[in-house]
Structures are given as structure tokens and as C-alpha cells.
């Protein structure tokens, strides 16, 4: 079927169910951010493949919504299906909702999977359009009668996370979820985030791409630990999870069981994680507690063996990285050289590195014009070939068994011009400013954003973006619960605890002509106890050269330039060891002093 | 009666309405910072004077809980009362909730009058004291019986704002609120925080000190303004209420009226100033809307007329500031000079001044150790002389009809330790990173507060407060919505709009030594449209020399130099003209560039 033979089957079950919109999300029952193809049916419905959108379909019509990284691409991927694009101002918001109170009539319905939505999105279209006389029915699976030939849900092997990279035992960190349990008054704890359920069990899997997770939920009681996973369990396997005293399940049956064990229970669980259908399972003789998942901050602060990994991986990640932009540097325009090619010529030089299993995340290979879009990743259709001028932006991130790696460079292929230079310059100060915070424990990431804005806002200029996300270790290199951002409300009540891995990577970005973003991961630790209370501080742990010719060494203050030689010595000596004799030469020099 | 008498009466109350506690607050059916004399219950049962502290009664004891300011105060005022003082960690929180769930049995009942606790706090404490199956009752007043000799509810004349001080007529500024109302979807608004019935209906009084607000409640619809006060009014005022089409009703009629008045509406107040009596009496056929009243936002962004008379109030504040310090160095150790009779001096100077009222708020005039008190107000019991040494703070403002003024200097009586010349550099360059910042429009406070704060992180120093404000134009010189905080929870969605004035006032407090603060008010403004979108800054308005043998230059960077000077010139330029010969030679000289 094409998509406008979809929409007509979907707008009769619309008629024969007396409903009156139906939509279609882009995530999973997981709330992943990358979802396996089993669940993407908001592009089988629509032909469009960007990874953010909404599809509603009315009786009458048909709109998708998504982000101005998508405008292109929709248009020309909706062509024929007639379905409207809906331009959304803001991605990660819901303007449908708004145009359902606005373009339906009183007592209307609205239906959806109610497995595909949150919770907290549940209850926000509900209070929406009840002021409206609008009511939504959750219940509805439109897609699984129409998609013949659907991908099955994944059913790929999965394997043990060894300690020796884990540096806690499942049963360990079960225990610890437990006694945490017990201080909250919790009896039961509901987890259906994969990255959350992989850390906890030490497993992990490719049922997605880019996070090595497993298709699956938990329940967790004082006495008990369900896992639901459909999977082909080797012996050992099965031996490991026996001896943790881990129960597996089907996965289809975490809603039964939901409503069979949990009676009575006072039920711990994260609502903009868990979907609306296994929420409308529990019994309602259960209490809820809404909290993130104890998980989540065990998961965020990464035990000593995990630090030490993390240390480990970014040499190698480093050593990467450098014989990468060494090659580059030696072979533009001597070999054809895109934007594309360079991306299989970085993972390259990754696979060399030990522990290796794939990238973390899309590469975003921008080259001029491209690096002003932030979420740019190019295509067959877009690729550019580099040529020796103007600005290249490459964040890439590689998955080690070992550490989840996400760094940014942008670099100059030619003489730049001052005001790139100067902006560079201006993103690097406020790198810095957060790369070298001390602070009071009990700091929450909303407060010290403004630390890599603050130059660039000096000069009436900013990003439209967060500074600094939670990265995973052999995880999802997005994780909670701590970030570094504007927005307060996702980390209200977030402090920045020992072992936090987070991301730093202010940027700019000048419509049509280039991105500058310069990111990498810093680790939290104590700094010492004082008078005023403890202090913390950041450990930067990625390993790579920052492009000299890009900075206005004016702009920059005495503490500024001997941060960044003193960034650029320990680069140089952790990395060094590991290359080739030009290429060491060539690292000196760009590691050179100030 | 004493303390031990009306407790045992008190207790016999529990018992005859089988209840197991009651609660008695600090604060008034207003939620006002400074109450009457009326609503000094919790002094009148405990003996115990200080501005805050909340008093719980049980069947068997009485306890008293207050912060770190009054523990010595309460100590002496609790003897021979019975009543246990217990310490209270943290200002403004309600740990006598968990006491209370600690110490009371299952099904226990606890009570209090509902007037005198908002609907947040009393759900807080519900939804806290269910869990442990403890019920509240909200609707006894154990005081009304007990209290002969109660000061009655003040009755003091009131007077109509002129609208040359306050820009808007009242008339204008309903018309506002219920194009507000219309926006939002609500029929009906009920205020109850006095500064905001003051600032709609353009009257003040003094009913309360400090505050120049009236005792009332209010309801806006879209037809009716309410305002319900017990006051002999002038014929003319009387007038002016008919003219602008403005009730009167007695005081005391304001559950009744709403529960006559408010069927089927849909209702608008912010629960944390409405008293949960109030709240009981909202038929149940309404709708409640639970958000910041909208007369805050609208007082809180002052108009061009306000905005011009504080800029003038500023100068004569700074007159009299000027003044009074120049006679202070000339006639320490000449005559007794004490932190008590400073503050007389400074008013004295004040009042002077064209226009003026009476102080905003209690002088904090702090001599060494006791600056190091953040709360410090000087009694007969701790006023000490102030000698040729050490470090004196003083944070003081005044009423005028034109404008509220509130300002922290901090000077050496004598050659300063550098110690205390670093510290105050420290907080100087904070001082000037909040006054000098632009920033993109939909800037939040929270997002700022460290700017204040960075130096001293940067040396591991900090301080326990936030960093400002807003301040009200002749009202309350605590009011909100905006305000500079590391807490974001208060200002999540509260952007800093053009014609908000808000404190900025960093500090450091070393426990026995000397407190150390430097406060302006600054008044936001639009910067320039730019492509990054429209920027804002913030204009300092306050006017007073800082004392430059604080400063240590070296410290300082060249903008930051460049700031104080340029701040030194305005204030001489503005202030000089309004002294005699000798204090202007001694302003030039306490201005002179550095």
C-alpha cells in the first residue's frame, strides 16, 4: 500500500470506531530515541524517514509535524502522499495538540496507541483538550491489522556487560535499587527505558541502532526481579541470571503480569518513561510515586571501574580521531574527499581501536553551510565534496565495550576569515568556562549554562541549543538525569554527583555559511571540602587537538590560554604514544603551545 | 495570661475537639511578609518576637521552630514557657511537618486555622501527613476565644495613589486584567496579597510596616471589581471608587461573597497566596486555575511614569545616602555612634528628602561580626559602638510616594586587611558581572544567579542567599514574580521583562569576623533587536559611591575598572549638586576613577 491507501484505511477505522483523529508517533513503547524498525510506523504510514515527526490523520485529512531540520526532506518525501507538512517552531513540542482543539468540533475523539505515549504526554493532551469537550481513547492499534510484512520486534541475541567493564554485579546493583526502594516507601519499581533495564542487568544487545540496548521491561520488587525479553538465552546466560535471582518473562506479558502482581503495591516509576498502556495495567488499589527511575542517577554516576574504562577509551578514541584529521589534512583534494567518506574513514579508524563495536550516534559531517544546521547528517543527496577552504564540523562518538564516546571538532581547511576566527574564539571561552568550573556541591546543570553563552551573549550573539548532555557508559550516549541547559525543568532537582559524565559543547551557527561547535566530555569529582562546603570540579576526558588557526589568542585571558596548553599537553602525551612518527610530528605542532 | 497558661488552654481545646496539634504560623490571611499586630499570635502565645518561626502544640508539649537568625533570641524569649525551641536548618521550610508525622499516632488529627495557611502549604502538609494516615482539620481558631486584649484589625485611613506617581489609573489597570482574564480563559480573578489589591486599585495605607498596603481582599470579573476593606473612606475616595465602577464590601464578607458570587465560574488565584479558607469557599461548580496572579506580572514590569520617578527617588536616596555617610566619617569616635543610632541618622537624612514615607524595611545595620549575621537587626540588647576599625555593612531603603528604595554598602572604618579587600573584590566583580550582563530576551533568573557568584566559587567561597529580588514602585520592597536565584523552582517560566526592578546583591559573610554585601537596584531594558533575536540589559539605578579601599585593583579587569568608573561619574554627576562644598569635595574624592 502507498500512504494515501494507508490514510483511506485508516480514516474507515476512524468512521467504523466513531473516532475522529487518530495519531502516530515516532517512538516506541520504550520512549527510545532510536527505535527499531518494528516501530516505525509513522514512516510506513507517511514515507517519511526523517527520525522526528507526528502524523495525525482526521476524516478528512492528513498532517505531519516536525522540526525545521526535516522542512526539506518532508516536503519532498510527502510529495504524492497528500499529507500537509506542519512546520513545528520548536522541536521536542507538540503543536498538534493545538491544532486538534482548534480544527475539531466539540465531543470529537482522539484516539492512538496508547503503548507509543508517555504517560506525562498522555496526561497533557487529556487536560488540553478536555477544556475543549474533546476526549481521547487510548486504546486503539490502527497499525498492527493494516502492516503486513511489518519488521518483527528484534529478537536478537543479547550478551553478559562483563564486570571487568561493568564494575558492579547485577545482584549488586539490584540491591542497591532496593535499599533505595525501601527509604522511598516503594514496594515495586517499574522500568520500561532500555537503557535504564540494560544497566541493571548487565546486558546488552543490537535490537537498535546506536544503543547497544535489549528490547525489554522490568519489574523490580523487594523480593523479585522480572526481566521481559523475548530471546534466545544461551546456557550461561540463563546460568547468570539464575544465580542473580533474575525471573525472565515474555515480553508480551508485561501487562498481565503488571496487573497480576502488583496489587496493593506502592509503585515507583518514571511517567514521562513508562507508556499509558502498561500504566492503565496497574491495579488501582496500587499507589504511584512519580520519580525518575533510581536507575537512571545510579546508572549517571559511573562507579571507579567505569571511570577508569572511560579514561582508557578516549586515548583510544583519540588516537582515532588524530590519524583522521592527520589523513585529512595530507589528502584533500588528492583523493575526493566528502562529507560522507570522511564519516566511513573516521569509523575506520575506530574499528582499528580495541573494544570497538560501532558508532554512537549518527555522524554529523558538516561541511560550510551544512555545520549551521544543527542536526545536520548528510545523505547520498546532500553530501558535498571538502575542499581546501572554509569550515568542516565533524561530532561523532563511538560505542567501546568499555565507554560510550561523543566529541565535536570543527576545523578550518583553509586560512579563515576573522569573524569565523573570532566566533571560534568566542565558543571556546565559554568551553572553557564550563571545563574549568569549580563549584559548591548541590550545583544543578540549569545554573552554569549561561557559563558557555556568556561571551558569545557579550557580543549579541547564541546557540539555540542545550550545552551539555548525560552520556552512557557502553549506553546510550543521551542519558539523564543531568544535563547543562536553559531549561530548568528537566533538572530541577538535579545535582551533579560524582562520576556524572557530561557533555560540554557550546557552538554558533551562521545561517548559510558554517557551525562552529566545539565538544567534550567532562567528568565530575570532588574537589575538596571547604569552609563554604564541598566543592566540585570537571575532569575534561576527551582526548583530541583543538584547531589553533580558528583562534583570536587576543580574545583569550591568561587562564584561558594556559587551560588550553595545558589541554593541549596532555593531549599530545596520552596520544602520542600510539601514532606513527609524521603523524606524532604533526600533533606536536597542533598541540603546540600558545 | 503567659505563654504556660495559654498553652494549657490550648491543649484543653485538643481535648475537648479531639484533636492531637495545632499549629500556629507567623504569617496573616495574607501571606504578608509583615503582618499586623492582630496576627501576632504565634508572639502572643510563645513570648518569642522574631518574624518567623511556626509554634505546634501537641497534647503533651509545645515546640517552636525558627531559623539560624533567632536561635539565640528565641532561647532567651522561650525561658520559663515551656516550649522547646527546635533549630531550623533552612529558612522558609516546614520540617515541623515531619516532626509531627514522627511523633503523632496513627489517625491523629492536626489542626489549624485555615486562614492563616495557604492552599500549597496546606496541601503540602496533607498530602505529607496522609501517608501516615494523620488527617488535618483547617477550620479552628483556638486564638479568637483566648485573646482578650487582641489589637484589633487596623482601621487606618487609606489614600488614593496618585496617578502621577502611578502612571495607570486603577481604571486602566482592571481593563488590563480582564483582557488578561479574557486571554486565559477565566471569568473570575480573587487577589488577596495585599501589594497586589494596592497596586490595582491605586491605594496605599499603613496598615502594616513598612508595607504602605491596606487590609483587603479583592475579586476582578469581567463585569465587577470587588474590593473588600473595613476603612471610614473621604468622601472623594468614595467618589473615586464610584467612578471607576469599583465596590466596596466589609472585609469580613469575603468567603461569603465568593460563595454567593463565584457559581460556575472559572476561577483564577495563585495558591500560594491564597489562604485556604478562602479556597473552602469556592462553590464546587467552579473551575480553579492555579497560576501567578496576573496583577503581579503587571505591577512587577514598571510603567514609563514609574520608571522615570524611581530614576528621581534614586537620587535622592542617594543624597541622603551620601550625606549620611560623609557625616558618618567625619564623626566616628567624635560622638557615640552605634548601629542603632546609624540607622536613626539615615533616616533622619531620608526623611529629609522630598516625598518621603517611612524605611522599606527593617535598617540591617551590622558593625564586623554582626554583618556576618545575614539577617542582622540591631536591638537595644546587641547594638554595639562603632569604632576607627573593621568593616561596617548597612542594607537599607526607604518609602517614597514616588518610589521604594532598598540598598547594601559595606565600608572600612579603617585601614581594611587585605583579606577583606580580596573578599569585597570578589563580590564587587559579581556585582558588576550581573549589572553589565546582556542577555538574549527570555532570560530566566535562575539562569544568571552564578554570574554573581563565579569569583567566589573560583576562590571557594560563596553565600547562603540569593542574589535579588524584585522590589515594588512605593510597595512591598520584597515582591515578585522575577527574582535572581540558584532555586529555579519560583522563576521557571518568569522571563526578565523590560521595566522589571530587581535587586543585585552578592555577598560573603565570615562567621565572627564581618559580612560583606554591595546592593543596587537594576531596572531591565530592551538592549537592541539583533539576528540572535532581541537582547535586554539591565540599567543600575541605585546611586551611592562603593568604597574604593575595598577594592583591590589588581583583581579587577579592565571592563570591570571600566564599569565603576563610569558608575562613580553618574553618581557624582547626579548627586553632587544637591550637597554643600565639603561634601562634594569629599563625593569627588570617594568617586574619583580608579
Tied chains: 1, 2.
Excluded at 547520498?380 to 564516546?405: N, P, R
Excluded at 557552538?507 to 557551525?515: L, P
Aim: proline share 3%.
Amino acid at each position: 500500500m502507498n500512504p494515501k491507501e494507508i490514510i483511506t484505511k485508516i480514516q474507515e477505522l476512524l468512521i467504523t470506531n466513531n473516532l475522529d483523529a487518530y495519531i502516530i508517533p515516532s517512538t516506541d513503547p520504550h520512549q527510545s530515541e532510536y527505535v527499531a524498525n518494528h516501530w516505525k510506523a509513522r514512516e510506513w504510514v507517511s514515507g517519511f524517514t526523517g527520525s522526528a515527526g507526528t502524523l495525525v490523520i482526521t476524516k478528512e485529512i492528513a498532517g505531519l509535524w516536525t522540526d525545521s531540520r526535516y522542512f526539506l526532506q518532508a516536503e519532498q518525501q510527502l510529495i504524492g502522499s497528500g499529507i500537509e507538512l506542519f512546520k513545528m517552531k520548536v522541536p521536542h513540542s507538540h503543536p498538534y495538540i493545538d491544532w486538534l482543539k482548534n480544527n475539531l468540533k466539540e465531543n470529537s475523539k482522539v484516539s492512538f496507541d496508547g503503548k507509543l505515549f508517555s504517560v506525562s504526554l498522555t496526561k497533557m493532551i487529556e487536560s488540553s483538550l478536555t477544556d475543549y469537550n474533546i476526549k481521547i481513547e487510548s486504546n486503539h492499534d490502527f497499525i498492527k491489522p493494516l502492516w503486513k510484512n511489518r519488521p518483527s520486534i528484534p529478537t536478537n541475541n543479547i550478551f553478559i556487560h562483563d564486570i571487568k567493564f561493568a564494575g558492579k554485579s547485577s545482584i549488586e546493583k539490584i540491591s542497591q535499587v532496593r535499599s533505595i526502594m525501601i527509604e522511598k516507601n516503594v514496594t515495586c519499581h517499574i522500568l520500561s527505558s532500555l537503557d535504564d533495564i540494560a544497566w541493571l542487568f548487565n546486558i546488552r544487545g543490537n535490537d537498535v541502532k546506536y544503543n547497544p540496548v535489549v528490547i525489554s521491561y522490568a519489574l523490580i520488587t523487594l523480593d523479585n526481579a522480572f526481566l521481559f525479553i523475548d530471546k534466545n538465552l544461551d546456557d550461561d546466560i540463563k546460568e547468570t541470571f539464575k544465580k542473580n535471582n533474575i525471573t525472565i518473562l515474555p515480553y508480551s506479558k508485561i501487562n498481565d503480569r503488571i496487573n497480576e502482581f502488583c496489587k496493593n503495591q506502592t509503585i515507583l516509576l518514571n511517567p514521562s518513561k513508562i507508556n499509558n498502556c502498561i500504566f492503565r495495567s496497574i491495579p488501582s488499589s496500587c499507589k504511584i510515586i512519580e520519580d525518575v527511575n533510581i536507575t537512571t542517577t545510579l546508572k549517571a554516576t559511573k562507579n571507579a571501574t567505569e571511570i577508569n574504562n572511560i579514561k582508557e577509551v578516549m586515548v583510544r578514541d583519540g588516537v582515532a580521531l588524530t590519524k583522521f584529521f592527520y589523513w585529512l589534512e595530507n589528502n584533500i583534494l588528492q583523493e575526493t574527499i566528502t562529507e560522507l567518506s570522511v564519516d566511513k574513514k573516521l569509523q575506520f579508524y575506530r574499528s582499528q581501536q580495541k573494544n570497538f563495536v560501532g558508532l554512537s550516534f549518527g555522524t554529523i559531517s558538516a561541511y560550510n553551510s551544512h555545520g549551521a544546521i544543527v542536526h545536520y547528517e548528510p545523505t547520498k543527496k546532500t553530501d558535498v565534496e571538502l575542499m581546501k577552504e572554509g569550515i568542516f564540523l565533524i561530532d561523532s562518538g563511538g560505542q567501546y565495550l568499555d565507554g560510550t564516546t561523543d566529541i565535536t571538532r570543527t576545523i578550518s581547511l583553509a586560512k579563515p576569515k576573522q569573524e569565523a576566527i573570532n566566533n571560534f574564539t568566542l565558543v571556546l571561552k565559554g568551553h572553557i568556562n564550563i571545563a574549568s568550573l569549580k563549584f559548591p556541591y548541590g550545583t544543578k546543570g540549569y545554573q552554569i549554562d549561561i557559563l558557555a553563552r556568556k561571551f558569545l551573549w557579550d557580543n549579541y550573539k547564541n546557540y539555540g541549543h542545550g550545552t551539555g548532555h548525560g552520556v552512557g557508559s557502553f549506553l546510550n550516549v543521551h542519558e539523564g538525569p543531568q544535563g547543562i541547559s536553559p531549561n530548568a525543568s528537566s533538572t530541577l532537582n538535579i545535582n551533579f554527583e560524582e562520576g556524572m559524565l557530561t557533555s560540554n559543547e557550546p557552538g554558533i551557527y551562521i545561517e548559510n555559511e558554517y557551525g562552529i561547535r566545539i565538544e567534550n566530555l567532562i567528568l565530575c569529582e570532588k574537589d575538596k571540602d571547604t569552609e563554604f562546603g564541598k566543592f566540585m570540579k570537571f575532569n575534561t576526558v576527551s582526548l583530541c587537538y583543538i584547531d589553533k588557526s580558528l583562534i583570536n589568542i587576543d580574545l583569550l585571558s591568561k587562564d584561558e590560554i594556559k587551560w588550553l596548553n595545558d589541554y593541549h599537553k596532555t593531549v599530545y602525551e596520552k596520544i602520542s604514544p600510539f601514532l606513527n612518527n609524521d603523524e606524532k610530528e604533526w600533533l606536536k605542532e597542533k598541540t603546540k603551545s600558545l
